[in-house]
């Protein structure tokens, strides 16, 4: 995929936090499922359906001991962040929600971390997000002390790109004894995460952001939470045993893994988490910080483009606004010379608000991205300002 | 086939900076509000017309980029005395010219700059929402 090209241009792709590119070894695991073992899970006796089980399942050790070494049995796989903030709203919010409870959010959630829970019947407000990009902390620990029923925070901003102090938050929380979900879906492709200390109750993410395919993700809970909660939806591969009058569920986390889950899209994840794995991730930071940096001065450099304040602590992510220019129409230009950029709300309709602003243009850093890349993105932008001149 | 840069220079950027008809009207007899809710593009359009049952003013407001604005503005010119239906009937031909369905001929007049779009489905849409608040706008009498 970056080798190929776009708009007749070789390249530039700056939109990871939209989705992230697949190393071979993901395209090449999903192949030779496909090839070589293709066959529907935990039914058959014969060869490929076992070889297809033991994959499926190997892929959720994986996936426990990348987060830090949790229970295997804590990982439930689903379509993506989307469906696991909606199968906690659903399953473990609704079911004992009273008139009036409310979820506190935070001003630069995604929606599907604000619409699921407003679904599930229950008001949503939300933690005040500071000039300079941040959670308001003060201000969280108070409405925590307001009896919500629950915390919802994304770890990292897919718009600003700031981390947050999850530890913290998720110590506040607790004092006043409200459960935690934290949308990783921006963090764990950049930042090693240890459900054994953070201190969450509900961690979820989407495979495609941390170079796996579309269409799977994860939801960790707490074991005891998990058990607690009913199934959300029903079928086959869930049940302990099904008569017309009465029927009892498997364990988690099979429970909530009703019919055939995707599972070459399992393998594939499996097989990212291997790679990243294999990568010196700390090395991989680096590099990011060092791009993000330099793709801060320059952007600087341009002149007429307008950076969101933002902490130092950042995903890789440089959001920013063109005077005199929509965003739509920057990308769009920018297009022109094959230069992949998010252009919008980011599906972040309140932090746009907060900020003033209808919308942003927004360049994300992977570990394949280059120097070169961030300098075609200023090149671009300075096209477009002569455009607009 | 014209580059987005040579839309952009042509038409759209001289519109997007002196939109005409950028008003409200005083006795408007239609209106509607047009949205994109995916990049949150809004305009409000208003209409008014006469008891010969013509097009006698038309005025839009809003936010956007440049290329929902510069559909706006010429499509408030390019609807200037014509009926409802004559209206409806540019709004299906425009609509037909940005999904190819149709080429561009003389009867859209300088609408057919936008034939370029086609080539971009991602940006369609923007040009075709003010057409769509029309369409809203001319069911919804006041």
Same mark, same amino acid.
């Given at each position: 995929?970056?080798?190929?090209?776009? #708009?007749?241009?070789?390249? @530039?792709?700056?939109?990871?936090?939209?989705?992230?590119?697949? $190393?071979? /070894?993901? +395209?090449? &695991? *999903?192949?030779?499922?496909?090839?070589?073992?293709?066959?529907?899970?935990?039914?058959?006796?014969?060869?490929?359906?076992?070889?297809?089980?033991?994959?499926?399942?190997?892929?959720?050790?994986?996936?426990?001991?990348?987060?830090?070494?949790?229970?295997?049995?804590?990982?439930?796989?689903?379509?993506?962040?989307?469906?696991?903030?909606?199968?906690?709203?659903?399953?473990?919010?609704?079911?004992?929600?009273?008139?009036?409870?409310?979820?506190?959010?935070?001003?630069?959630?995604?929606?599907?971390?604000?619409?699921?829970?407003?679904?599930?019947?229950?008001?949503?407000?939300?933690?005040?997000?500071?000039?300079?990009?941040?959670?308001?902390?003060?201000?969280?620990?108070?409405?925590?002390?307001?009896?919500? #029923?629950?915390?919802?925070? @994304?770890?990292?901003?897919?718009?600003?790109?700031?981390?947050? $102090?999850? /530890?913290? +938050?998720? &110590? *506040?929380?607790?004092?006043?004894?409200?459960?935690?979900?934290?949308?990783?879906?921006?963090?764990?492709?950049?930042?090693?995460?240890?459900?054994?200390?953070?201190?969450?109750?509900?961690?979820?993410?989407?495979?495609?952001?941390?170079?796996?395919?579309?269409?799977?993700?994860?939801?960790?809970?707490?074991?005891?939470?998990?058990?607690?909660?009913?199934?959300?939806?029903?079928?086959?591969?869930?049940?302990?045993?099904?008569?017309?009058?009465?029927?009892?569920?498997?364990?988690?986390?099979?429970?909530?893994?009703?019919?055939?889950?995707?599972?070459?899209?399992?393998?594939?994840?499996?097989?990212?988490?291997?790679?990243?794995?294999?990568?010196?991730?700390?090395?991989?930071?680096?590099?990011?910080?060092?791009?993000?940096?330099?793709?801060?001065?320059?952007?600087?450099?341009?002149?007429?483009?307008?950076?969101? /304040?933002?902490?130092?602590?950042?995903?890789?992510?440089?959001?920013?606004?063109?005077?005199?220019?929509?965003?739509?129409?920057?990308?769009?230009?920018?297009?022109?010379?094959?230069?992949?950029?998010?252009?919008?709300?980011?599906?972040?309709?309140?932090?746009?608000?907060?900020?003033?602003?209808?919308?942003?243009?927004?360049?994300?850093?992977?570990?394949?991205?280059?120097?070169?890349?961030?300098?075609?993105?200023?090149?671009?932008?300075?096209?477009?300002?002569?455009?607009?001149? | 086939?014209?580059?987005?840069?040579?839309?952009?220079?042509?038409?759209?950027?001289?519109?997007?900076?002196?939109?005409?008809?950028?008003?409200?009207?005083?006795?408007?007899?239609?209106?509607?509000?047009?949205?994109?809710?995916?990049?949150?593009?809004?305009?409000?359009?208003?209409?008014?017309?006469?008891?010969?049952?013509?097009?006698?003013?038309?005025?839009?407001?809003?936010?956007?980029?440049?290329?929902?604005?510069?559909?706006?503005?010429?499509?408030?010119?390019?609807?200037?005395?014509?009926?409802?239906?004559?209206?409806?009937?540019?709004?299906?031909?425009?609509?037909?010219?940005?999904?190819?369905?149709?080429?561009?001929?003389?009867?859209?007049?300088?609408?057919?700059?936008?034939?370029?779009?086609?080539?971009?489905?991602?940006?369609?849409?923007?040009?075709?929402?003010?057409?769509?608040?029309?369409?809203?706008?001319?069911?919804?009498?006041?």
């Amino acid at each position: 995929m970056l080798r190929t090209t776009s #708009r007749g241009k070789p390249i @530039v792709y700056l939109d990871t936090a939209a989705s992230a590119q697949k $190393p071979q /070894a993901v +395209l090449d &695991a *999903m192949t030779r499922f496909y090839e070589t073992s293709n066959a529907n899970i935990h039914r058959g006796v014969y060869q490929a359906s076992e070889q297809a089980t033991l994959a499926y399942d190997g892929a959720r050790e994986t996936l426990a001991s990348f987060l830090g070494g949790v229970a295997p049995e804590e990982i439930v796989f689903v379509r993506g962040t989307t469906e696991a903030i909606n199968l906690v709203a659903q399953s473990f919010l609704r079911p004992t929600l009273r008139p009036d409870d409310w979820v506190l959010v935070t001003e630069m959630e995604h929606h599907a971390n604000i619409v699921p829970w407003q679904l599930a019947g229950a008001r949503t407000v939300p933690v005040p997000v500071t000039d300079g990009g941040e959670l308001d902390l003060d201000a969280a620990r108070r409405l925590l002390s307001e009896g919500p #029923r629950l915390l919802a925070v @994304v770890h990292a901003s897919n718009t600003l790109g700031t981390i947050n $102090p999850i /530890a913290e +938050l998720a &110590a *506040m929380a607790r004092n006043a004894g409200v459960p935690v979900l934290v949308d990783g879906a921006q963090a764990v492709g950049h930042l090693a995460v240890d459900l054994t200390t953070l201190g969450a109750d509900f961690y979820c993410f989407s495979g495609h952001k941390l170079f796996g395919p579309t269409g799977v993700g994860v939801l960790w809970g707490r074991r005891e939470l998990l058990e607690a909660m009913p199934p959300w939806q029903g079928g086959g591969d869930m049940i302990d045993h099904v008569s017309f009058e009465r029927t009892t569920f498997a364990p988690v986390p099979h429970k909530f893994e009703a019919g055939t889950p995707d599972i070459a899209g399992v393998i594939g994840l499996d097989a990212a988490v291997h790679w990243l794995g294999a990568q010196d991730r700390t090395a991989i930071a680096a590099h990011e910080e060092t791009l993000w940096r330099a793709g801060r001065e320059l952007l600087d450099a341009v002149g007429g483009v307008v950076r969101l /304040a933002v902490p130092d602590r950042n995903v890789g992510i440089l959001t920013f606004t063109v005077d005199g220019a929509h965003p739509h129409d920057v990308a769009s230009l920018l297009d022109q010379d094959g230069i992949c950029v998010r252009a919008g709300h980011h599906c972040t309709q309140p932090l746009h608000r907060r900020l003033g602003l209808p919308a942003t243009v927004r360049a994300s850093i992977a570990p394949y991205t280059a120097l070169a890349d961030l300098e075609a993105l200023a090149a671009g932008l300075r096209r477009v300002r002569q455009v607009f001149a | 086939m014209a580059t987005m840069d040579e839309l952009y220079q042509s038409v759209i950027i001289e519109h997007d900076r002196s939109p005409r008809n950028f008003r409200r009207l005083e006795a408007p007899t239609h209106q509607a509000d047009g949205r994109n809710p995916l990049c949150g593009d809004e305009v409000h359009l208003e209409l008014r017309v006469d008891e010969e049952g013509r097009i006698a003013e038309v005025g839009f407001q809003g936010r956007g980029c440049a290329v929902s604005k510069a559909s706006a503005s010429m499509m408030t010119t390019a609807l200037g005395g014509r009926t409802l239906p004559e209206a409806l009937e540019l709004a299906d031909r425009f609509q037909a010219l940005l999904t190819g369905k149709r080429e561009a001929d003389a009867s859209l007049g300088k609408l057919k700059v936008f034939q370029g779009l086609a080539a971009y489905p991602m940006r369609v849409k923007c040009a075709t929402m003010p057409w769509h608040a029309l369409r809203e706008a001319l069911r919804i009498e006041l």
